[in-house]
Nanobody, 126 residues
């Protein structure tokens, strides 16, 4: 069973950048597709980005395309989310997640992910 731990959250001004990291332990990290989700207060958890097991294919929510970049390092069992040009509306807890089976047709659905970290909080001030 994969265990996931996020880091890198914090307070940033609007227009600023943050880099989130997710470290995986146990399981075979390199065989899992990985995703990032976020949940703002009072809102449902929403898809942000995902990456295939090899890192060769990436997926993004329309709202973050061109500003966020997901990447992974299978040698270090980590996946990162570089976030640029952040807006106050992106204040949320950010989670990394892994599905037992990576289905490209369903990677935006939180219900398809089996393993979750505890999240890291990102606050974007105006």
């Amino acid at each position: 069973q994969v265990q996931l731990v996020e880091s890198g959250g914090g307070l940033v001004q609007a227009g600023g950048s943050l880099r989130l990291s997710c470290a995986a332990s146990r399981g075979t990290f390199s065989s899992y597709g990985m995703g990032w989700f976020r949940q703002a207060p009072g809102k449902e958890r929403e898809f942000v980005a995902a990456i295939s097991w090899s890192g060769g294919t990436t997926y993004y929510a329309d709202s973050v395309k061109g500003r966020f970049t997901i990447s992974r390092d299978n040698a270090k069992n980590t996946v990162a989310l570089q976030m640029n040009s952040l807006t106050p509306e992106e204040t949320a807890v950010y989670y990394c997640a892994a599905p037992r089976q990576f289905d490209p047709t369903a990677i935006r659905l939180a219900s398809k992910y089996d393993y979750w970290g505890h999240g890291t909080r990102v606050t974007v001030s105006s």
